[in-house]
């Protein structure tokens, strides 16, 4: 077997010594166009997982690599002055150099070809006369680029600039440093990777950059400036570099993997932000999936679509968390002003894959000081803290988040709706919202809809509230809204968003669009009777919900509903007042909030929620949601619900963990509003996370509640808390433990004999 490997970094030579290892017949060259020395950068940081990786498949390479770590445990975040230190996190750093040496030499040893100072013949040529052409060369890759028809690669660029030097500053942990400059806030991440060396990487923003006149300066220069604003972390040490310069990080994803029997690895087929440390490992690990394939199946196209297969989930899931962490540092001013240990806490939290509980068992005395100065009193998880919106105080920070039931009759609300809300408000949680009730029969999403605009309704619904209130401490939101667009349509469960059979109601909207085109009903544009009705209709709907006892009241401005679609450009087309820009498409909601908030009762706090991007080209992006927020905010609102999309059917969400959170988090951090952040939030550990590092208030949860209605006692006694934040129901008390499991009946040893 021929094997031609493009580029000589940690991917390709690994790939190249791992490949010879497994099969001595194969006969491998591998190009590298720079000299062994010349390379970019410092130390690199290797995780333990990929280590244990390495030591099985390659104990050579490994033992090299184990004499040449730097080793070391903590992070020190400093800032303001202030020095916060977490221990128990275990990394291991080594010389760039030193790696592509040790690389080199295993090559050589195993037989490899390496031919250095070459640039290699295109792939397309190697192809012909090679079984196998590995693309190792790097984020660069012109391999990519001559067959991007095929790998469809996006290239995204971010708002960040950073420089890669050194320092003979002997760090001892992972240092994290901010500056808060004259030209807006820089920080510098620092490492060990050497006796007596450091890593040291400066960046910001490319706004702050260009404010501090970096932009116009070359490598000696800026090391000099970076030197001065970063005087006191380096103590009086220098920095140097390596032909370094000021980068804007660029994420790479390739559809494709692999073209005929040229396939990408490492950095040509993605990149992962430096701030998390993966880019080397996932080349190295690239590389150990690549071998094991080869090995494992019959040929090469088998063997290549099982690498592909195996590695492109890790790689994505790895890249989510690494764009969380660069977006996080790009936002960094919004949390220059969290005291020290929350800001450190959300530091260390950024990627949303450490969590608060991965972190107390690391160093259980760092997030016990980050609790401390958040205020939790003792043992008491952030969760179970007590948050209080205008003269409501809920006991903790689980809402039941607003989840339609499709199971009322008329607009009235049954048995159902009281076991459904009853069940969840014993559960814990410190706020049950009702689902979406809508203001009107023709403001219902489907027949099943629940409304509160006639008295046996309101009556209905008290006898929901009565329930909850029995219990102190329990309370319940009423979400209002009107279905625009997407009304007249089927119970989920028969086929969501789409017409009726029989029975359709007229549709009202901003503009004349249907929701799926051909398909759905086209809306009537409202007109300035139309919408007076609607707004007379949400102010006596909130009228008698106040009557009926609800404690809160959110009027639903999200998902594409009535008073969505105003607020996206992608469904409001209007020329009058009521549309044209981000002011006009706002005045209808903010004109329904006003009407809502001059009949609910003053000490009740009322929320908003929006959809704080429309996930699709020309619609609402996150900016929009912050002056959205605003508006509201300025307004009356207590707090903004932010979920996202559902606006238009053609919308391209990037799920993940806590997907929706940055978006409740800019809210939140840049204007200083409360915010309930929704979406995938799934585990206690989240909502601990989220509400210690400041990301969030409250964490609102809706398809748990469907798996689960104790889901907050149930975390509260996974976490050993019985405090007044999760009180369990007198009549439930004996069942405040999680049944024992896995019991056995076999005797125990007794006695242990020595024969
Ligand atoms: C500032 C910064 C900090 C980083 N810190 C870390 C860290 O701490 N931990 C970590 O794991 N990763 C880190 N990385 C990422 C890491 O450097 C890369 O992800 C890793 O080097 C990828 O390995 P690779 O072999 O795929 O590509 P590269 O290392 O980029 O190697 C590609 C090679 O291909 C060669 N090449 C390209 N085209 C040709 C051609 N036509 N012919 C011959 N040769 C060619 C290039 O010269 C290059 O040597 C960091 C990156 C940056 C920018
Ligand atoms: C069955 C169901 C019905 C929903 N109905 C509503 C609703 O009436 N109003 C609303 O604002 N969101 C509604 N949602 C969205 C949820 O409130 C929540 O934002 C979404 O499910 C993401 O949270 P999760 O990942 O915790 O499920 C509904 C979700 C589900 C699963």
């Not at 067959?147 to 500053?169: E, S």
């Not at 790895?318 to 220059?336: I, M, N, P």
């Not at 909030?593 to 699709?616: C, G, K, Q």
């Not at 840049?670 to 210690?692: K, Y």
Request: proline share 6%.
């Amino acid at each position: 077997m021929r094997v031609a490997i493009i580029g000589g970094g940690p991917g390709g030579l690994y790939a190249a010594a791992l490949l010879k290892r497994l099969d001595p017949e194969r006969d491998i060259t591998v190009w590298e166009r720079g000299a062994p020395e010349d390379t970019f950068g410092f130390g690199v940081v290797l995780s333990d997982e990929t280590l244990g990786g390495i030591e099985h498949a390659d104990p050579v390479v490994f033992r090299a690599l184990q004499r040449e770590f730097t080793r070391w445990d903590d992070i020190d975040v400093h800032h303001r002055g202030r020095a916060v230190t977490s221990g128990g996190h275990g990394f291991a750093a080594v010389d760039r150099r030193t790696l592509l040496a040790i690389l080199h030499d295993r090559c050589r040893d195993l037989g490899v070809t390496v031919r250095t100072r070459e640039a290699a013949p295109a792939a397309e040529r190697l192809a012909r006369d090679h079984d196998l052409v590995v693309a190792a060369d790097g984020a660069g890759s012109a391999t990519r680029a001559a067959h991007a028809a095929v790998f469809r690669p996006t290239l995204t660029g971010h708002r960040c600039r950073y420089i890669w030097l050194a320092t003979d500053l002997a760090l001892d942990a992972f240092r994290f440093e901010i500056a808060e400059t004259e030209h807006g806030v820089m920080q510098a991440h620092g490492y060990p990777y050497r006796p007596g060396v450091s890593t040291f990487i400066v960046e910001m923003h490319e706004d702050v950059w260009r404010r501090a006149g970096l932009d116009r300066l070359d490598e000696a220069e800026s090391i000099a400036r970076c030197e001065k604003i970063f005087a006191d972390a380096l103590h009086g040490h220098s920095l140097r570099g390596n032909r370094s310069r000021w980068i804007a990080f660029t994420t790479v994803v390739n559809e494709r993997w692999r073209h005929k029997n040229i396939v990408l690895l490492g950095d040509a087929a993605h990149t992962a932000h430096f701030s998390i440390g993966s880019g080397t490992k996932l080349a190295m690990e690239d590389a150990l999936a690549l071998a094991a394939c080869l090995h494992e199946q019959p040929g090469v196209p088998e063997a290549l679509a099982a690498y592909e297969a195996e590695r492109k989930p890790v790689v994505a899931s790895t890249q989510r968390a690494a764009r969380a962490s660069l977006e996080w540092f790009e936002h960094l001013e919004q949390y220059a002003a969290q005291p020290p240990r929350q800001f450190a806490f959300n530091l260390l939290t950024r990627s949303r894959r450490v969590t608060h509980d991965n972190l107390r068992l690391r160093d259980a005395d760092f997030t016990a000081s980050v609790e401390r100065e958040f205020g939790t009193g003792p043992d008491t998880p952030p969760m179970f803290t007590p948050f209080t919106l205008r003269g409501l105080t809920l006991r903790n920070r689980v809402v039941v988040s607003p989840m339609d039931m499709y199971s009322a009759t008329d607009g009235t609300p049954g048995d159902f709706h009281l076991v459904h809300l009853g069940a969840r408000a014993l559960g814990g949680a410190g706020l049950v919202m009702t689902e979406m009730v809508c203001v009107s029969p023709e403001g219902r999403i489907t027949p099943g809809c629940a409304g509160l605009w006639n008295d046996g309704q309101e009556a209905a619904w008290r006898r929901v509230t009565d329930f909850v209130h029995a219990r102190p401490g329990s309370a319940i939101g009423l979400q209002l809204g009107h279905s625009g667009r997407k009304g007249s349509t089927r119970l989920m469960w028969e086929g969501i968003d789409q017409p009726l059979p029989e029975g359709n109601w007229p549709l009202a909207a901003p503009s004349p669009l249907p929701y799926h085109p051909h398909v759905s009903q086209v809306p009537h544009a409202l007109d300035d009777a139309g919408l007076a009705a609607i707004r007379e209709q949400f102010a006596a709907s909130a009228v008698r919900g106040a009557r009926a006892g609800f404690d809160l009241l959110e009027l639903h401005c999200a998902h594409g509903y009535l008073l969505s679609s105003f607020l996206s450009p992608l469904t409001n087309r209007r020329t009058d007042a009521y549309g044209r820009d981000l002011a006009g498409r706002l005045r209808f909601p903010l004109e329904v909030f006003d009407a809502v908030r001059e009949v609910w009762p003053d000490d009740r706090p009322m929320t908003v929620r929006i959809s704080a991007t429309d996930w699709a080209e020309g619609g609402t992006t996150a900016d929009d949601a912050l002056e959205i927020a605003r508006a509201f905010a300025a307004h009356g609102a207590d707090a903004i619900d932010v979920s996202t999309g559902q606006v238009v059917p053609d919308e391209a969400p990037d799920y993940g963990r806590s997907y929706q959170t940055p978006y409740a988090d800019r809210i939140r951090n840049e204007l200083g509003l409360p915010v309930i952040a929704v979406g995938a939030i799934s585990s206690w550990d989240d909502v601990n996370s989220l509400i210690l590092a400041g990301r969030a208030d409250l964490c609102a949860l809706a398809r748990p509640h469907l798996y689960d209605p104790n889901w907050t006692l149930h975390a509260a006694a996974e976490q050993g808390y019985s405090g007044p934040g999760a009180p369990w129901p007198l009549p439930y008390q004996a069942g405040s433990r999680r049944p024992p499991t896995g019991r056995t009946d076999a005797p125990r040893p007794r006695l242990t004999l020595d024969v």
